[in-house]
Nanobody
Framework: QVQVVESGGGSVQPGESLKLSCVVSENIFDFNSISWYRQAPGKERDFVASINVNGITQYADSVKGRFTISRDGAKKTVYLQMDSVKAEDTAIYYC?????????WGQGTQVTVSS
């Protein structure tokens, strides 16, 4: 059973930075892609960023230029570097490991941006 574990969340002020980690129990290159999603209170879970097996990255327009997704295969970890955070970035951040017709979700990590 694939396990996905997020960490690194916390409380920060607007304009600060935070780095989230997503550790996968299997070789991350066995997955088509690894993605980050977020869910704010009372809202749907939305796509944030992804990195595919070839290293190609994609970002939601709302985070483009501020967030960076990266990976370390040896550590089976995908990161989400969050810079210049805003109050609207407050959400639970989830990592998802993707293979055709199947997803593996983590439990999420809370990010709160408040002055």
């Amino acid at each position: 059973q694939v396990q996905v574990v997020e960490s690194g969340g916390g409380s920060v002020q607007p304009g600060e930075s935070l780095k989230l980690s997503c550790v996968v129990s299997e070789n991350i290159f066995d997955f088509n892609s690894i993605s980050w999603y977020r869910q704010a209170p009372g809202k749907e879970r939305d796509f944030v960023a992804s990195i595919n097996v070839n290293g190609i990255t994609q970002y939601a327009d709302s985070v483009k230029g501020r967030f960076t997704i990266s990976r370390d295969g040896a550590k089976k970890t995908v990161y989400l570097q969050m810079d210049s955070v805003k109050a609207e970035d407050t959400a639970i951040y989830y990592c998802r490991a993707n293979i055709p017709f199947r997803y593996y979700w983590g439990q999420g990590t809370q990010v709160t941006v408040s002055s």
